[in-house]
C-alpha cells in the first residue's frame, strides 16, 4: 500500500506539472491528478482500520491514538509553515512586497496552525496551501474511533454494500459540486469522508478476498476507472466513477499477497517519503517563481 501511495504522489504531482507544461501525453489521465489525493484518502480508511481494528472509546486509548496521529502529520506541516512565515518576514524586512498579499494573512496563518483550513473556514490557497489535505486528514483521524465503534461489527456483505452506498454519495457530492470531486478548501469534508470511510470497508473486506476475487477487482477496477477519465470532463459527475475504479484498485493491491507493487525497486521508499514531498511543493514553487521573476523570465512564454 505503501508503494501504491507512490504511484499515487507522482500523480498528483504530474497534475501540478501539467498545469503549467500542458503534457501532450496521457492528457486525460494527467488532467485528472487531483483524484490521486481520493487515493491518499481511501488509502488512509483502509490501513487505519487495519492497524487499529479494535481500538475502543477508553479516553486512555483515544487519546494515545489522537497523540500518534499527531506526531505523524504536525512536525512536518508546522516546519513548512514556519518556513513560509520566516520567508515573508524577512521578504518584508527587506522591502519586497508578496505577489498577491491575500496569500499572507493572519488569520489564514491561524487556521493552517491549528489544522482547520481544510474545514470550510479558509477562503483561499495562502501560506502552505497543500495542506488544506492534511487538515481534511486530522478531521478524520478525529472521528476515526467514533466511526470504527459503529463499523467495527459489520460483515464483509454489509461493507460491501455500504461501500455502493458510499459511492452513490460521492456520485451526489461530484454531482452537486462545480468542481466534480476537485474540492479542496470550501468542500474537502464532503469528498473525503465517503472516501475515508469506503477505505475502512476494504479493510474489514479483506479476509474474505481471494487471490482470483482480487485479479477480478483490479482488473475492474482499471476499466471503471479508465471509463471515468476518458468518458467525462475535468471537475465533472465523472469523477466518482473514477474514484470507484481506484477504490477498486486498491482493495486488489490490498488483498494480493504477491506484492507486486512493493516489487518495483524503489517505490515502496518513494512512497514512505510521499507526504514531504507532497507538502514541500508550495515552498519549492514559490523559490522558483521568485527566481524566474528576478530572472526576468515569463512563465507564459517559458513553461519549463
Given amino acids: 500500500m505503501t508503494a501504491a501511495r507512490a504511484l499515487l504522489a507522482l500523480w498528483v504531482l504530474a497534475y501540478h506539472l501539467d498545469l503549467h507544461l500542458a503534457f501532450p501525453l496521457l492528457r486525460p489521465w494527467v488532467k485528472r491528478g487531483y483524484l490521486g489525493v481520493d487515493g491518499f484518502f481511501i488509502l488512509s480508511g483502509c490501513v487505519l482500520a487495519h492497524r487499529y481494528p479494535s481500538l475502543g472509546l ?73 495542506s488544506w489535505s492534511v487538515s481534511t486528514e486530522w478531521a478524520g483521524y478525529l472521528a476515526f474511533p467514533l466511526l470504527l465503534s459503529l463499523v467495527s461489527g459489520f460483515g464483509v456483505r454489509i461493507a460491501a454494500l455500504g461501500s455502493l452506498v458510499l459511492w452513490a454519495a460521492l456520485g451526489a457530492v461530484a454531482l ?22 469506503a477505505g ?56 494480493n499477497r504477491n506484492r507486486v507493487l512493493g516489487r518495483v ?22 523559490a522558483f517563481a521568485r527566481l524566474w521573476r528576478h530572472a526576468g523570465l515569463d512563465p507564459s512564454r517559458h513553461a519549463w
Wanted: aromatic share 12%; hydrophobic share 55%.
Fill in 58 to 130: 477508553r479516553p486512555r486509548d483515544v487519546l494515545l491514538f489522537w497523540w500518534r496521529r499527531l506526531v505523524r502529520l504536525y512536525p512536518v506541516h508546522l516546519t513548512l509553515l514556519l518556513l513560509l512565515g520566516g520567508w515573508f518576514l524577512l521578504a518584508e524586512a527587506a522591502g519586497v512586497a508578496p505577489h498577491q498579499a491575500g496569500r499572507a494573512s493572519g488569520r489564514e496563518f491561524f487556521l493552517q496552525l491549528l489544522m482547520l483550513n481544510g474545514w470550510g473556514a479558509s477562503q483561499g490557497w495562502s501560506w502552505n496551501y497543500p
Fill in 176 to 197: 452537486l459540486s462545480p468542481a466534480g470531486l476537485n474540492l479542496t478548501y470550501a468542500g474537502a469534508l464532503w469528498r473525503f469522508f465517503p472516501e475515508f470511510l
Fill in 200 to 255: 475502512m470497508a476494504i479493510a474489514i473486506m479483506l479476509p474474505a478476498m481471494g487471490q482470483r476475487n482480487a485479479a477480478l477487482a483490479g482488473l475492474v477496477g482499471l476499466m471503471v476507472a479508465t471509463l471515468g477519465i476518458l468518458a467525462g470532463t475535468p471537475d465533472s459527475a465523472a469523477d466518482a466513477v473514477a474514484v470507484g475504479g481506484i477504490f477498486l484498485c486498491l482493495l486488489s493491491l490490498a488483498a
Fill in 265 to 286: 525497486p524503489g517505490l515502496t521508499a518513494l512512497g514512505g517519503l510521499s507526504y514531504c514531498a507532497y507538502m514541500s511543493y508550495a515552498p519549492v514553487e514559490l
